[in-house]
């Protein structure tokens, strides 16, 4: 008799590890079904600030996989508008709720795959039923953003709150509707991906865009009037607000998991071994947002929300399932972002989180720019990078600049990933012409910088 | 008493070496004079075509350090248009003729730095003094180009001669500056930098800009009117020419590091140790494209002019010159290039070099985008990889794609550097973002490939 797998979560983990069990096994000897809550499966959530400013004109652009595919392509079924409310890992099956039509489901399982995602921090004040106050996760959310923009009178007034990815990306959308755009963060400075130095870039290139940059400053409550939001409060008074767009980052979606006794990590989320099952728990699977997983530099288990996690933890899991064998090696923190033209991208470990990790280090920062300097449309690039005092290991990386810039944080990755110093790195064999970079790349130049702070440091 | 260092060619790896020394040792210690026949120091060669195409619009723009330069900040004296003519290493002291004036000089060294760099490829029929037929070397055979192309009645139909990165580069200048273009190259295919599955994509980039491409076609002659080119003659008959373009690639200018006795290797550039000396003979070094070095991949020496790695081992040299310690670790041949907008990368060995060295591989041609599918621009993007068989140790890698693809080598050059295999490949931890990648990452995609062919080839 076939076994059973049911997937809780069918977005890119859930079903990047259906789709690779069904590669593996056919429809006799593993049946698949999938719940998922909202309405939509395998979907780009990246994707929704674009949606947004209208760069995407189409939702469904941003969908990678429709349900129907899943059925006929993969013989997996996907029970769309389904929550799953309980796991009973005694009796082995799953209660979900059929949020349309009403009634409870019970699905046994010989294999659980649990990906659930993460959901978004939602604090007091954003908690009641004010129109015009968004999280930004789920395609729904962004469906009803674009309903409220549409209204007549359109909304002018924007307060983004918080600045991270989304927030900054939502603020850049906003404003290329034609919003004025607050962005409101607690801390010192926005896009705290990236170190202060570097994150003054950025700040300085949101300006220029026209958005207004409140830092240090949290919000505290919500005016209203009519039932639609008129203000965010907060400690230096109101600032007003035909719309406000919540970007205060996630957490892993662990409720059920908890419930059912599934073991927690340090960070919050579910743990998993390497090959993404969950300890101890026979037959239980687990990956993308809900997990953490290893840093590779600092050694500590971290839980980092990221599409591209969860498509390569989801194949892992889906691929051990299928009685294969794969691994996910854990992360260093790659990511990249733009903001209006100005790119960024990022990977490792920050100087906060080096001093975390217990590393000592020296930092530095080269100016240099994306093409050789006489060739048009050359412009300036900023690296960053830190390295281990004295072993001149890589720890982190960081860069700020205009076109061309971002992706070049991947030679960065991929130097970190081997463990090379920054010593190595001097003499790596970096592609050179001048529509593409100065004859020193600026990858090492900063290199040459770092072993040079190194020198000077004493090592 | 100081010592002195002779530097024989007064470009990027002699000013490297002769800057990086006088940073360590200063005039007290070691005395700097450098001899160089042309007019200029430090350019960048890999510019001229930009310049000729009207790009970039003026001459200086390419150098990149004047003599005044090095004269004033560097205390090292530069004599332009003295050609060194012989080097007597018992007396230790060079010998250069005075191009201006006329006239011999000689100086006594202590130290030599031989950066004679690559002299280009001129076969029988082309070295005649027929008016309109260029090498694209140096900034003279620009200059004397751009005359040319300025004189009334203006040339309107180029030959350009040989299909490397010089020959596309220069055929696309004459494009854009308003001439009938006919590239002839003797092999099936021009660059033949990368193979041929992946160079056939060029060529269809090449024939829609209005190049007419003749392959398999060897030049034997040139047909003249009044001093002037008028056709160049080849086994299918004349090709109408008012300017013909040569780019039949370089070899190292050893002429007199061979009658000096000074040690080639099987590439026929003068050998060195990974300090960048002369094996054999004390206190002479060389660097730069007069040089060979190793490949890190096939194991052999290996001759490729390239700015990067001249200016790199000229600071190799110049830091050991000047009492430190540096080594130059070898190449993996990246490069990248662009004919119109499309964009070409290449590392380590392409097919043929992979069978040269004895390897037995896969190889996987995998076809994406440079963002996500859905976000405004993105454009195609092949991504080829070689994986040594049955280890499936990167061997090779070749980009070619449209807008922000080709420095997406160095990703992959750093994983070649580092010896990685294609199954480790699949977990690099690489940027993704709506307008830089899809969620799958091109490089990523193409590692998956990799790694399904060695399976499939029962490794």
Same mark, same amino acid.
């Given at each position: 008799?076939?076994?059973?797998?049911?997937?809780?979560?069918?977005?890119?983990?859930?079903?990047?590890?259906?789709?690779?069990?069904?590669?593996?096994?056919?429809?006799?000897?593993?049946?698949?079904?999938?719940?998922?809550?909202?309405?939509?499966?395998?979907?780009?959530?990246?994707?929704?600030?674009?949606?947004?400013?209208?760069?995407?004109?189409?939702?469904?652009?941003?969908?990678?996989?429709?349900?129907?595919?899943?059925?006929?392509?993969?013989?997996?079924?996907?029970?769309?508008?389904?929550?799953?409310?309980?796991?009973?890992?005694?009796?082995?099956?799953?209660?979900?709720?059929?949020?349309?039509?009403?009634?409870?489901?019970?699905?046994?399982?010989?294999?659980?795959?649990?990906?659930?995602?993460?959901?978004?921090?939602?604090?007091?004040?954003? /908690?009641?039923? %004010?129109? $015009? =106050?968004? *999280?930004?996760?789920?395609?729904? &959310?962004?469906?009803?953003? !674009?309903?409220?923009?549409?209204?007549?009178?359109?909304?002018?007034?924007?307060?983004?709150?918080?600045?991270?990815?989304?927030?900054?990306?939502?603020?850049?959308?906003?404003?290329?509707?034609?919003?004025?755009?607050?962005?409101?963060?607690?801390?010192?400075?926005?896009?705290?991906?990236?170190?202060?130095?570097?994150?003054?870039?950025?700040?300085?290139?949101?300006?220029?865009?026209?958005?207004?940059?409140?830092?240090?400053?949290?919000?505290?409550?919500?005016?209203?009037?009519?039932?639609?939001?008129?203000?965010?409060?907060?400690?230096?008074?109101?600032?007003?607000?035909?719309?406000?767009?919540?970007?205060?980052?996630?957490?892993?979606?662990?409720?059920?998991?908890?419930?059912?006794?599934?073991?927690?990590?340090?960070?919050?989320?579910?743990?998993?071994?390497? /090959?993404?099952? %969950?300890? $101890? =728990?026979? *037959?239980?699977?687990?990956?993308? &947002?809900?997990?953490?997983? !290893?840093?590779?530099?600092?050694?500590?288990?971290?839980?980092?929300?990221?599409?591209?996690?969860?498509?390569?933890?989801?194949?892992?899991?889906?691929?051990?399932?299928?009685?294969?064998?794969?691994?996910?090696?854990?992360?260093?923190?790659?990511?990249?972002?733009?903001?209006?033209?100005?790119?960024?991208?990022?990977?490792?470990?920050?100087?906060?989180?080096?001093?975390?990790?217990?590393?000592?280090?020296?930092?530095?920062?080269?100016?240099?720019?994306?093409?050789?300097?006489?060739?048009?449309?050359?412009?300036?690039?900023?690296?960053?990078?830190?390295?281990?005092?004295?072993?001149?290991?890589?720890?982190?990386?960081?860069?700020?600049?205009?076109?061309?810039?971002?992706?070049?944080?991947?030679?960065?990755?991929?130097?970190?990933?081997?463990?090379?110093?920054?010593?190595?790195?001097?003499?790596?064999?970096? *592609?050179?012409?001048?529509?593409?970079?100065?004859?020193?790349?600026?990858?090492?130049?900063?290199?040459?910088?770092?072993?040079?702070?190194?020198?000077?440091?004493?090592?």
């Amino acid at each position: 008799m076939a076994q059973r797998l049911v997937v809780i979560g069918a977005d890119a983990a859930g079903m990047a590890a259906a789709s690779q069990a069904r590669r593996r096994r056919d429809r006799d000897d593993l049946e698949i079904v999938a719940f998922e809550r909202g309405h939509f499966t395998s979907y780009s959530a990246c994707g929704i600030p674009y949606w947004i400013s209208g760069l995407v004109p189409e939702r469904d652009q941003l969908i990678a996989r429709a349900p129907e595919t899943f059925r006929e392509s993969f013989d997996i079924e996907v029970r769309l508008r389904h929550e799953v409310t309980a796991i009973d890992l005694d009796r082995r099956e799953v209660v979900a709720r059929d949020l349309e039509r009403g009634g409870e489901v019970r699905a046994g399982f010989d294999i659980l795959m649990y990906a659930t995602g993460a959901e978004p921090t939602r604090p007091d004040w954003a /908690r009641g039923d %004010v129109g $015009g =106050v968004f *999280g930004m996760q789920t395609l729904d &959310d962004g469906a009803a953003l !674009l309903e409220w923009l549409d209204a007549d009178p359109a909304p002018r007034r924007a307060v983004v709150v918080g600045g991270g990815y989304i927030g900054v990306e939502m603020a850049e959308a906003l404003i290329q509707r034609g919003l004025s755009v607050t962005l409101v963060e607690r801390d010192e400075q926005p896009m705290s991906t990236v170190d202060p130095d570097m994150a003054e870039l950025v700040v300085d290139a949101m300006r220029t865009l026209g958005m207004q940059i409140r830092t240090g400053l949290s919000v505290t409550g919500l005016e209203q009037r009519d039932g639609r939001v008129s203000a965010v409060v907060t400690e230096e008074g109101p600032i007003p607000a035909d719309v406000v767009i919540l970007g205060l980052g996630v957490r892993p979606n662990v409720a059920l998991a908890r419930a059912a006794g599934l073991p927690l990590g340090p960070s919050g989320g579910v743990r998993v071994d390497r /090959r993404m099952r %969950v300890p $101890g =728990v026979p *037959g239980v699977w687990a990956a993308g &947002d809900c997990v953490e997983t !290893l840093h590779r530099v600092s050694g500590m288990p971290v839980h980092v929300p990221l599409g591209t996690y969860a498509n390569k933890q989801g194949r892992v899991a889906g691929i051990n399932i299928g009685g294969g064998y794969a691994t996910f090696a854990g992360v260093i923190g790659t990511a990249v972002t733009k903001v209006c033209d100005l790119e960024v991208g990022r990977t490792g470990l920050r100087e906060r989180d080096a001093v975390a990790a217990g590393f000592e280090f020296v930092s530095v920062i080269a100016k240099s720019t994306n093409r050789a300097g006489y060739y048009p449309g050359a412009r300036p690039m900023t690296v960053k990078l830190i390295a281990e005092k004295p072993s001149g290991r890589l720890l982190g990386a960081q860069i700020v600049g205009w076109s061309e810039a971002a992706k070049r944080i991947d030679t960065l990755a991929v130097a970190l990933w081997n463990k090379m110093t920054v010593d190595d790195m001097t003499a790596l064999d970096l *592609g050179y012409a001048p529509p593409f970079a100065p004859v020193w790349d600026p990858v090492l130049i900063a290199a040459r910088k770092a072993v040079d702070a190194l020198a000077g440091s004493g090592r």
